[in-house]
């Protein structure tokens, strides 16, 4: 499947590469050198670029090149040499995707099989080339070819055990050259300083050909810098893995290495590290070696002992952990219950207060309106029929709330009552005689109930329509004309059949009437002071007063 948003230089490429002939292609394989170097190392543009290249099997078309015999390539070497540089730098750091599978089974291994061909023909030309500037060309493409190798191990370590089990590799490392030998002990340290533990995962016979050639190559190459790549190896093998330790310094093989090496150059670059290798050959240190690996058996036991034993303490945890988590949880969803309590709590609270504003407020607008409505003159009597209402109210409530709590401090007491009753009624049975005066007393007093009744109910309608009668005579007080207004018959609509009433009114009047006729000296005592109205201006007939209340008949 072609990725979408390809790179048109990619794209343009693999064009030419599949309308081009054969001995053309490896010379336009190389321009994928450039695009590769043009984009920023790292990036995401750059894994794009190689997933490109490898969708459009431009990877498939260097390594067919590459498996090709060097005469029949433009540009010989040269073109192998960066066309090996390419291959290594498009497969490191390349996530093929779907294709997976084939990438890293087929493709990979068969790559690195192909730098150790070309190594190979590269020795054989080297070893057969007779001018010193050929062979210093054969030379640096030998070494970019190992530096190619070198990199696509870095990037995929699952092939140094590959590399190192290939009879390829061998006959490199076996070669007498110096300048070919030295560039692949070089390799050969790089690549068991990525992953040293993979030379233990080869063969035996292999391994013990690599252990001798590296031995053959410190005790019989004159040349410093082999010796000295060789001593580093056997170093860092045998301060790394004991087994190898152990295989140089028991096995018949190297019987007689330790003198060997005692007899060895002193004076050289390399001899601090030879000085270790033979202290670690030593049987003192062979000795340390072993108890080394005897204490580390018993760790090793012990840490299987202690997984053991952790692991059967692990198979009862989970009923703790269940307990646990129930804990857990049930103690959360309180403490989510309890907040949710809270906030329905506090919301109520501010209901409620909005209530009470809301109604203060509205209590206040009504008062307001009543007070623009009410007579100037009823407004005390107004406001002492408020303060009636609200103390009632008032009291009310307070009533209720101690009936509640007297009943719920006597609730045990009438529960103890009624379980004696009940328990009497279900001790004792009643006679039908008992049982009969029982009902008619129940019958009496129910209907004394019901008389009763119909007499409170016919108080209460006849006080109903009493404070009917008075609201409509003080309604009609409040838009009554004034005496100087009144006209006709308006003055008898107000004539009361009440004595009291009209007695009353009468002496009211009079008092007025006296007060504003008497002379000034007299207007000076106090205002509460009654005048005294003599008892034959009060015969009148009362018929005749401006009262309020009912026409007469």
């Known amino acids: 499947m072609k990725p979408t948003g390809t790179d048109p230089r990619i794209l343009s490429l693999a064009a030419e590469v599949a309308k081009s ?4 292609v490896p010379v336009i394989l190389l321009k994928l050198k450039e695009i ?20 459009y099997d431009l990877i498939q078309y260097c390594l067919l090149v590459l498996s090709q015999d060097c005469s029949r390539i433009q540009g010989g070497w040269t073109t192998i040499s960066q066309l090996t540089q390419i291959l290594s730098h498009c497969c490191v750091g390349l996530e093929p995707g779907e294709d997976g599978e084939e990438f890293y089974k087929e493709l990979l291994p068969s790559a690195a099989e192909n730098f150790l061909v070309l190594g190979r023909r590269l020795q054989t030309c080297f070893i057969n080339a007779a001018k010193g500037e050929e062979k210093d060309k054969l030379l640096h493409f030998f070494q970019i070819v190992t530096d190619s190798l070198f990199w696509l191990l870095g ?45 233990l995962k ?34 860092m093998l045998a301060e790394s893995h004991q087994e190898i ?8 093989c190297y019987k007689g290495l330790t003198s060997l090496l005692n007899k060895q150059e002193t004076m050289t670059e390399f001899s601090r590290e030879l000085r270790q290798l033979v202290v670690l050959l030593t049987p003192k240190i062979h000795q340390e070696v072993e108890e080394q690996k005897l204490h580390k058996a018993a760790c090793l036991i012990q840490a299987y002992w202690k997984g053991f034993q952790t692991r059967k303490r692990l198979k009862k945890l989970p009923s703790a952990v269940i307990a646990l988590q129930r804990s857990f949880r049930s103690k959360r969803t309180k403490t989510l219950l309890e907040l949710n309590r809270q906030k329905e709590e506090e919301d109520l609270r501010l209901r409620l207060r909005l209530q009470r ?14 007070l623009e409505i009410v007579h100037p003159g009823q407004v005390e009597k107004y406001y002492r029929e408020m303060e009636e209402k609200s103390a009632l109210i008032i009291q009310k409530h307070w009533r209720g709330y101690r009936e509640r709590k007297n009943f719920r401090q006597q ?6 009552y009624k379980a004696a009753v009940t328990l009497q009624r279900a001790g004792s049975q009643m006679s039908d005689v008992a049982s009969r005066e029982l009902h008619a007393q129940a019958q009496e007093r129910l209907q004394h109930y019901f008389m ?13 329509a009493l404070m009917a009668q008075i609201s409509t005579n003080i309604e009609q007080l409040m838009k009554a004309p004034g005496l100087k207004e009144a006209e006709g018959k308006e003055p008898e609509h107000f004539l009361s059949r009440s004595r009291p009433v009209a007695a009353k009114a009468k002496q009211a009047h009079l008092t007025t009437l006296k007060h504003i006729q008497a002379p000034w000296w007299k207007k000076l005592e106090e205002p509460g002071d009654e005048i005294d109205v003599p008892k034959d201006e009060l015969s009148i007939e009362l018929g005749t007063l401006f009262i309020g209340g009912t026409k007469p008949p």
């Open 357 to 370: 504003q809301r109604a203060m407020r509205l209590s206040r607008e009504s008062r307001l309106s009543m």
């Open 21 to 24: 002939p054969e001995q053309n």
């Open 245 to 252: 330790l152990i295989l140089l310094r028991l096995s018949a």
């Open 155 to 199: 990037g995929h370590i699952q092939l140094i055990q590959n590399v190192l089990q290939s009879d390829h590799f061998l006959h490199l490392l076996q070669t007498d050259n110096v300048q070919i030998g030295a560039t692949v002990m070089t390799l050969l340290q790089n690549i068991l300083q990525i992953n040293s533990g993979d030379l």
């Open 452 to 464: 009763g009744r119909a007499i409170e109910e016919r108080a209460q309608q006849h006080r109903e």
């Open 202 to 235: 080869i063969e035996g016979k292999t391994l013990h050909s690599i252990l001798d050639e590296i031995l053959f190559k410190l005790l019989s190459t004159p040349s410093p810098v082999i010796r000295s790549v060789s001593t580093k190896l056997l170093l």
């Open 36 to 55: 590769i170097n043009n984009t920023p190392l790292g990036s995401s543009e750059l894994k794009k670029v190689k997933q490109d290249i490898y969708c």
């Open 411 to 416: 609730r045990p007491s009438l529960t103890e």
